[in-house]
């Protein structure tokens, strides 16, 4: 499942990280990853080895159910099994017979469980065809989409989502990770619908006298049971090919031209892949299908990945908006995740890290090495965010509730992160070596993490196990201080290097190679390889030339944080001269923070001259920091002469940290009209910033605006709760009703937890009670942003419809945030308590303090 952080939180394959960004905000520091109540969860036990799965079903979407038969072909792992158990929910099973017998077996249900009476005990390796009919009326893993009154816009459709194990809601099975079988899907849909599963489309019948049309897929690679899918939907087909392999796109109509501007860099990325990992696409085509209300961003079901409409763009989005990290994301998974596929959730890593990390390898590969080390350092602020706000937990980690629970920034951010270390102790070489070497010896096979570390050995000779002991299986990461001064007589540089992370039972002192530079006025770059292992080290280095400064770490390896003071000229030198644009970004965000007339200069020249879009974006976020008139000048005069769009956010963002009526004017021009309606968004937000009063009719206006994803409106509903201005409610409130577009429902309602701070307790009300509505809403979204409102609002109030949700909603991502959000509410409320029980304290002692003078005052009247 995909990464997606910058813009939309439907980027996210099994993965919510918008959703976990603001949890994270406001989390009020780390605190341990498992809650009250979880347990260790290992591989389960496998009792017969699956060999084939036949699954033929009727979709009837006026009951919203699926009916049909499903055959599982398995052989016993040991002699004298006498009984079956699949897993089954939401499933009403009419019958059970092994295939060729003409007897029916008993069978009951029970803690979420099909066990079945195989009526004799069976020999191992002996072949057994289980064939099941039921029918289900799934509250998850299978969805369907309908007009309505309130949405008639909407189109037919039905879409499954197995990942992490939901497809037996819809269908019995083996639903976990640690077994593979052939697939085969026979699907009956209404005739006008396309129906798309896995595998190569085996039949098409057409059944004019029922209305139906039957599709029949088969996926001749086993694969896992949480890779099956269906989609069937009015959908149009966009043909697409690398060499023979068939990559079509499905689109519901009208969307052709966005899907072209979208997807079509799926061959390419296929090419890539298929080079560098030494493997070529294993499979018979390669399938995306976008479909409507997707719950996460996309899912590599084998051969046909399921996107999220929300995705396609136009042209003029694509000047700020790109589908190409997430398709690649999703096409790394063919490999990483379908072909090796970890044998539990814990190892997860193995399949969304890697997935993370090719997605960055693309941009590598598409846009160059510096988007790509700006990608990987966004990677790494991701992950800091979970790690020092919410939790920290090691990567593989065993106790949990859900499998869902572990998909979080550790599996994914920072597992691409301990990848890209990898990469970097090895080298390109010996690393793409070892990938080539590790697909090839597990391929269609279930792989733990020790997998690639015997494969890493095995292909080059290193022995990682201490850095899979520090990075995987212990938590945190190096901490560094450092103090850094040049002797001219001896022309020596002294680097000194101290982790400060608090050493424990779970996070390591770190070993690892770093590189530190220095650069000369002449442009001289010496560059040396120290080794890290102690707490506090000392280096010298005998230097050919003076250095203007020095680099720490000048290609972001390794996954850090720095606290290194140093002087402005230093950092203008860097920040002008340095030929790692890592090092021009750290350096204008340390400018930044110095705020200095010199540093505001720099950074307003290198704002309008440097060629790496991200540099410039971070000199206009430093330039906002620094929150002087100069500052202010310089984003004013970049805002009138840039172009690429993500500068132009970024040029909007600083402005919002001014309180001018330039500031407010610019902002307002920006949000009139610009070259893409992104930025026209963050606009918006930038000016409710501002806290100007005139901000609120500007932002009220821009409310009557559709746009792309809904990006003006909603920037324009975050921008009245930067303003903390009262009058917000009624607003909010309004774009919470059902009706309103998805995004904006889920925007006014975050909205609403953050306004509710701020309001007096008759109008607190108002929040509390359409909270309350909302937590049971019908749009699954909509529920997880009112539970996280309900989070920051803090009410113990509505504790107990929270606790309803972790006691019946079967969406686990919805069990866990309600699970944090209860804990977190009580915890909030108990410091309410404190502070009450001193206020209480307090005006006890003062009104003891006030008798005992009054008495006093007397005792002293009367002795006069």
């Excluded at 190892?347 to 890697?354: A, I, K, P, S, V």
């Excluded at 050919?544 to 230093?570: C, G, H, M, Y």
Aim: charged letters at 25%; one cysteine or more.
């Amino acid at each position: 499942m995909a990464n997606y952080h910058e813009l939309l939180p439907s980027h996210t394959c099994s993965r919510m990280l918008a959703l976990y960004e603001q949890r994270e905000a406001r989390a009020g520091g780390a605190r341990p990853f498992p809650l009250p109540g979880d347990k260790p969860h290992y591989a389960p036990n496998r009792e017969y080895a699956l060999q084939h799965l036949f699954l033929d079903v009727t979709v009837h979407f006026e009951s919203k159910s699926v009916a049909g038969v499903v055959r599982t072909t398995l052989t016993p792992i040991n002699d004298g099994l006498d009984s079956i158990t699949f897993d089954s929910e939401h499933t009403v099973v009419n019958k059970v017979w092994i295939e060729g017998e003409n007897k029916a077996l008993l069978f009951r249900h029970e803690d979420a469980k099909l066990k079945i009476d195989l009526g004799k005990p069976c020999k191992s390796n002996e072949e057994l065809t289980i064939v099941i009919e039921y029918v289900a009326n799934p509250r998850c893993g299978l969805y369907f989409v309908e007009p309505s009154e309130a949405y008639p816009d909407k189109k037919l459709q039905v879409w499954s989502q197995g990942q992490d194990t939901d497809n037996h809601y819809w269908f019995p099975c083996y639903d976990a990770p640690n077994q593979k079988a052939v697939t085969e899907m026979r699907i009956t849909v209404p005739e006008n619908m396309f129906a798309l599963s896995n595998g190569a489309l085996l039949e098409t019948k057409h059944h004019p006298s029922a209305g139906t049309r039957t599709y029949h897929w088969k996926q001749a690679i086993p694969h896992s049971s949480y890779l099956i899918t269906l989609a069937a939907a009015e959908f149009v087909e966009i043909q697409d090919n690398w060499e023979d392999i068939p990559v079509p796109y499905y689109v519901l109509p009208g969307q052709e031209e966005k899907a072209r501007v979208s997807l079509t860099k799926t061959p390419q990325m296929i090419q890539f892949f298929s080079e560098k990992i030494g493997h070529r696409y294993p499979y018979e085509k390669y399938a995306s299908v976008c479909v409507s209300d997707f719950i996460f961003g996309g899912m590599e079901n084998t051969t046909a990945t399921t996107l999220t409409e929300t995705t396609l763009h136009d042209e003029r989005a694509h000047q700020d908006y790109s589908s190409d990290p997430l398709l690649a994301h999703e096409l790394a998974h063919q490999w990483f995740g379908d072909w090796l596929t970890c044998r539990d959730w814990s190892h997860g890593w193995l399949n969304e890290g890697f997935a993370t990390y090719f997605e960055a390898l693309w941009a590598e590969q598409d846009l160059g090495r510096d988007d790509f080390i700006y990608e990987m350092y966004q990677n790494s602020q991701i992950y800091f965010s979970e790690d020092t706000g919410h939790y920290r937990r090691p990567i593989v980690a065993y106790t949990f509730n859900m499998p869902i629970d572990l998909f979080d920034r550790h599996l994914y951010e920072k597992g691409s992160l301990v990848l890209h270390m990898i990469r970097y102790l090895l080298g390109d070489d010996l690393w793409w070596k070892t990938i080539t070497y590790y697909v090839n010896k597990h391929k269609t096979q279930n792989v733990i993490t020790s997998d690639l570390e015997r494969a890493i050995e095995e292909a080059t000779g290193f022995n990682l196990q201490g850095f899979f002991e520090q990075w995987v299986y212990k938590s945190g990461y190096p901490e560094f201080k450092l103090s850094y001064s040049y002797d001219d007589k001896s022309q020596t540089a002294k680097f000194s290097v101290a982790q400060t992370q608090e050493i424990n039972a779970e996070t390591s002192l770190f070993t690892l190679p770093v590189e530190i530079a220095f650069i000369s006025e002449s442009g001289k770059r010496e560059i040396f390889k120290v080794e890290l292992e102690e707490k506090e080290q000392t280096f010298y280095f005998r230097l050919a030339e003076k250095p203007l400064f020095a680099s720490f770490d000048p290609d972001n390896w390794i996954l850090k944080t720095v606290d290194w003071k140093r002087s402005a000229e230093q950092l203008i030198a860097q920040l002008e001269k340095d030929t790692n644009s890592f090092g021009r970004i750290i350096a204008a965000q340390e400018l930044g923070k110095l705020g200095t007339l010199e540093a505001v200069n720099a950074l307003s020249r290198v704002l309008a001259n440097d060629t790496f879009w991200a540099v410039r974006a971070e000199c206009a976020k430093a330039l906002g920091v620094a929150k002087t008139p100069a500052a202010e000048n310089a984003l004013l005069t970049a805002l009138a002469t840039e172009k690429h769009a993500k500068v132009r956010r970024a040029i909007t963002g600083g402005l919002g940290e001014f309180r001018t009526e330039a500031a407010v004017q610019a902002l307002t021009k920006v949000l009139a009209g610009d070259i893409t309606d992104i930025v026209e968004g963050s606009a918006a937000v930038a000016l409710g910033k501002t806290k100007q009063p005139a901000a609120f009719n500007t932002l009220v206006a821009a409310l009557s605006r559709d746009s792309f994803n809904q990006m003006v409106r909603n920037g324009a509903i975050n921008g009245l709760v930067e303003l903390k201005d009262s009058r917000a409610l009624p607003i909010a409130l309004e774009w919470t009703a059902y009706g309103k577009p998805d995004q904006n429902r889920q925007a006014a309602t975050a909205a609403l937890g953050k306004i509710g701070k701020i309001l007096k307790d008759d109008e607190k009300e108002k929040v509390v009670e359409r909270l309350t509505e909302l937590l049971q809403d019908s749009s699954w979204r909509t529920r997880l942003q009112a539970i996280l409102a309900a989070q920051t609002l803090g009410d113990n109030r509505h504790i107990p419809n929270l606790q309803r949700i972790v006691d019946t909603a079967v969406e686990g991502r919805e069990i866990r945030i309600s699970r944090e959000a209860i804990a977190s509410i009580r915890s909030g409320t108990a410091k309410d308590d404190e502070v009450k029980k001193l206020r209480e304290d307090l005006d006890k002692l003062q009104s003891e303090n006030k008798d005992l003078r009054e008495r006093l005052e007397t005792l002293e009247s009367k002795i006069k």
